[in-house]
Each structure stands twice: as structure tokens, then as C-alpha cells.
């Protein structure tokens, strides 16, 4: 049996699996090693993040590069997101063989612009349509510099997007995201790919919760702004008490939780303790002002949570609308967890949950598609 062998390059170090994109990143891995794949990975530092041996137990490999942050990265018609990331260290080693090569994120596709892997097998993994996203950043940022930042960096990557045009098979994350991708890549290959997530089965607890859960990277401004309207709409009209939790809480938050007495705010969790709150809750809050992507808070919830309120933006895969609660306004989310306030979540409703989630949710499925784009004779394997 040939051997399979996948070049992964990672936009940040990809333990601990703490937020979105990173646990997308990490759980794939996982499942691709369990699928037999050598898979070297190669991850850029910066910020707190360090070299991670956990790694090592699933990866041939694991290559380490510094991101160059800076002022001087971002003095370049190339994103700053991609010139930070652009490593010849990197590309010298992807050089020493033929494997295949999937770029997570457009930050990490700065390998496109060495003539010397024209013609390599590069697989882009877009955590979702980037320009659109920075764009929607601008819109909830105050801080006018920032907010500059944000849209000369949405110019910069609707710009470079060109460079895509050398990759041959696309894995949007979302809907939304493959019909964008299609409409600007007429004739690329396209295969949606789902979040990879720590879940294997839905495994819900029956019964009751006592609170009400909203839960993502806080110092992140569209958590923020959900965050802050929870606080200012919707908490003071609950009789449950509200938990928000998640990393970097910012001051503001800070000073508005302090003052209800229903709303606890919980600040970086680790990841057993993320676990249990999503388990207990009786309630998901999951809310979103962005429509890019695919909310990773959202597989959690379906695959662990009980009773599940989103907005509309918040509902990207098609077919959940009759295993959520969608309340797009503050009285209707407050009419719908008076409702579910004391109805039990029973063995009816985790039937009904396993029922409406599509096949491709599931990391199983999920793996065999990818391995299927990257090494086509071995795509027959299973777990």
C-alpha cells in the first residue's frame, strides 16, 4: 500500500485547539492521522504561542517559523496577513519532495509567488472569504486606526486574491463561502468542508441546565458587540442567570457584566472546563453580525449543547433550521428562553438532533473527502 504523505501549513501553532480556525486546523489532523496520513506540519509563531509537543504524536513532522510582525510587513502591496507568514525556509523544505501541500487560510498561501512550486499540488483551505471578513471587521471597529487597518487590509487581499488562480481545488467552509469562491473562480474545483471539530458522535445530556451560554474569543469584535448587546437587551429581561465566557475579555465587558447580578463572566476557560459549561448549559445563545464562514461555536453546540438560539447569519448550514431556535431581534430571544426556560431536553429531541445533522458534519466524512482531493487511489480507506 503507497504510503500518503500531506504538507499542512498552519497560519499559527495549532495547540492548544482554543479557538475557531486553530480547532479546525487541530481536529483535522488528528482525523487524517488516524487515516494513516504522514502529515508534516508547519506553523508560524507569534503572540504567546509556542512549539507544542502534543503535536508531535500526530505529525511525521512539525516545522516551526517566526511570523514576521511589523511595520515593515505591512509596507507591501501583499496582505500583511500573507508577507508575515512568507517563510523561504518554508519553501525550501516544501522543495525537497512532491507531496501533496494544503494552505490553511489565504495568510499561508504566500508560497504561490515562488516560481520554483508552479505546477506543485496546492490545496486551499479558506477559513473564509477574507476581504469580506476584514471588511466587516472595519464595520465594528471604533478606533479610527484600526479601522483604517482593517480596510487598506480588505483592498490589499481582494487585490492579491489573483494569485488563486494557480490553485487547482478549493475547500470553502460554508455555503456562503463556496458560492462566493465560485462566482470569481468559475472552473476551480470546488468541494465544501466543514469545520472539523473535537466530536466524534452527538452525545447531549438529557434533563435540564440552570443558565443561559454565550461563548467565543470576547477580544474579537463581533463577540464583543454580541456580547455587549446580551448585556444591554437581553440579560436584564432573563430570570436565568447568563454566562458569557471566552478569551480576552475587554474592560468594557468587564464593567458592564460586573453590575448584573444574573450575568457571570468567565474568562479563559480552558478546554475541559469550555467543555462542561457547553454540556450543562440549558440554553445556547449563538449570535453573529458576520455572515463570513462557518462558526465553529455552532458544531459544538449541535454535537454537545442543548436547546440552541441563532440568528439568522449565525445559520450558514443548510437543513438546521429544525434543530435550532432562530430569534433575530432582542424580544424575540427573550420570548424563546422564556420558553425553553423549563422544558426538558429529552430523548425525543437528541433523536431529532442526530437526525438533522448532514453526514458532512461528522470528522469521518469530513476526512474521507479531503483524502479523497489530496491522494485519490487511497480515498476508499475508513477509520
Known amino acids: 500500500m503507497n504510503e500518503k504523505h500531506l504538507h499542512i501549513i498552519?497560519?499559527?501553532?495549532?495547540?492548544?485547539?482554543?479557538?475557531?480556525?486553530?480547532?479546525?486546523?487541530?481536529?483535522?489532523?488528528?482525523?487524517?492521522?488516524?487515516?494513516?496520513?504522514?502529515?508534516?506540519?508547519?506553523?508560524?509563531?507569534?503572540?504567546?504561542?509556542?512549539?507544542?509537543?502534543?503535536?508531535?504524536?500526530?505529525?511525521?513532522?512539525?516545522?516551526?517559523?517566526?511570523?514576521?510582525?511589523?511595520?515593515?510587513?505591512?509596507?507591501?502591496?501583499?496582505?500583511?496577513?500573507?508577507?508575515?507568514?512568507?517563510?523561504?525556509?518554508?519553501?525550501?523544505?516544501?522543495?525537497?519532495?512532491?507531496?501533496?501541500?494544503?494552505?490553511?487560510?489565504?495568510?499561508?498561501?504566500?508560497?504561490?509567488?515562488?516560481?520554483?512550486?508552479?505546477?506543485?499540488?496546492?490545496?486551499?483551505?479558506?477559513?473564509?472569504?477574507?476581504?469580506?471578513?476584514?471588511?466587516?471587521?472595519?464595520?465594528?471597529?471604533?478606533?479610527?486606526?484600526?479601522?483604517?487597518?482593517?480596510?487598506?487590509?480588505?483592498?490589499?487581499?481582494?487585490?492579491?486574491?489573483?494569485?488563486?488562480?494557480?490553485?487547482?481545488?478549493?475547500?470553502?467552509?460554508?455555503?456562503?463561502?463556496?458560492?462566493?469562491?465560485?462566482?470569481?473562480?468559475?472552473?476551480?474545483?470546488?468541494?465544501?468542508?466543514?469545520?472539523?471539530?473535537?466530536?466524534?458522535?452527538?452525545?447531549?445530556?438529557?434533563?435540564?441546565?440552570?443558565?443561559?451560554?454565550?461563548?467565543?474569543n470576547l477580544s474579537v469584535p463581533d463577540n464583543l458587540r454580541v456580547s455587549l448587546f446580551l448585556l444591554e437587551k437581553v440579560a436584564p429581561e432573563i430570570d436565568m442567570p447568563l454566562v458569557i465566557a471566552g478569551k480576552d475579555a475587554p474592560r468594557i465587558l468587564k464593567k458592564k457584566a460586573y453590575v448584573l447580578p444574573n450575568v457571570r463572566l468567565l474568562e479563559n476557560p480552558d478546554g475541559e472546563e469550555m467543555e462542561r459549561l457547553i454540556r450543562e448549559a440549558h440554553i445556547h445563545l449563538l449570535l453573529t453580525y458576520q455572515k463570513a464562514g462557518l462558526k465553529l461555536k455552532l458544531l459544538l453546540a449541535l454535537f454537545r449543547g442543548r436547546h440552541i438560539i441563532v440568528n439568522s447569519d449565525m445559520l450558514t448550514i443548510p437543513g438546521l433550521e429544525q434543530c435550532v431556535w432562530i430569534a433575530d431581534d432582542a424580544e424575540t430571544m427573550i420570548k424563546v428562553i422564556r420558553k425553553l426556560r423549563n422544558k426538558s431536553f429529552r430523548e425525543k429531541e437528541i433523536t431529532g438532533r442526530k437526525k438533522c445533522l448532514p453526514p458532512l458534519l461528522f470528522n469521518e466524512e469530513k476526512g474521507r473527502l479531503l483524502l479523497k482531493k489530496t491522494h485519490p487511489h487511497n480515498a476508499y480507506l475508513k477509520l
Not at 46 to 60: A, D, I, V
Request: proline residues 5%.
Open 10 to 216: 498552519s497560519f499559527d501553532v495549532p495547540y492548544p485547539a482554543d479557538y475557531g480556525g486553530i480547532i479546525d486546523i487541530f481536529y483535522k489532523i488528528r482525523t487524517l492521522w488516524k487515516m494513516g496520513v504522514n502529515i508534516h506540519l508547519h506553523c508560524f509563531i507569534y503572540g504567546n504561542r509556542k512549539p507544542q509537543s502534543e503535536l508531535n504524536r500526530y505529525c511525521s513532522e512539525v516545522n516551526y517559523y517566526k511570523r514576521k510582525t511589523g511595520f515593515l510587513s505591512f509596507l507591501s502591496f501583499v496582505p500583511y496577513i500573507i508577507k508575515s507568514r512568507i517563510s523561504h525556509e518554508l519553501e525550501n523544505r516544501l522543495l525537497q519532495d512532491d507531496y501533496p501541500v494544503l494552505c490553511e487560510g489565504i495568510h499561508t498561501c504566500g508560497i504561490l509567488n515562488n516560481p520554483a512550486l508552479r505546477g506543485r499540488e496546492i490545496l486551499f483551505r479558506p477559513s473564509n472569504v477574507e476581504h469580506e471578513y476584514y471588511i466587516g471587521l472595519a464595520a465594528l471597529e471604533k478606533n479610527i486606526f484600526k479601522k483604517a487597518f482593517f480596510l487598506t487590509e480588505a483592498l490589499k487581499l481582494r487585490c492579491w486574491e489573483k494569485n488563486l488562480l494557480q490553485v487547482p481545488v478549493f475547500f470553502p467552509v460554508s455555503e456562503h463561502d463556496l458560492l462566493s469562491f465560485k462566482s470569481r473562480f468559475p472552473g476551480k474545483e470546488m468541494s465544501l468542508l466543514y469545520s472539523f471539530h473535537p466530536f466524534e458522535e452527538v452525545d447531549i445530556l438529557k434533563g435540564m441546565g440552570d443558565y443561559v451560554l454565550f461563548h467565543g
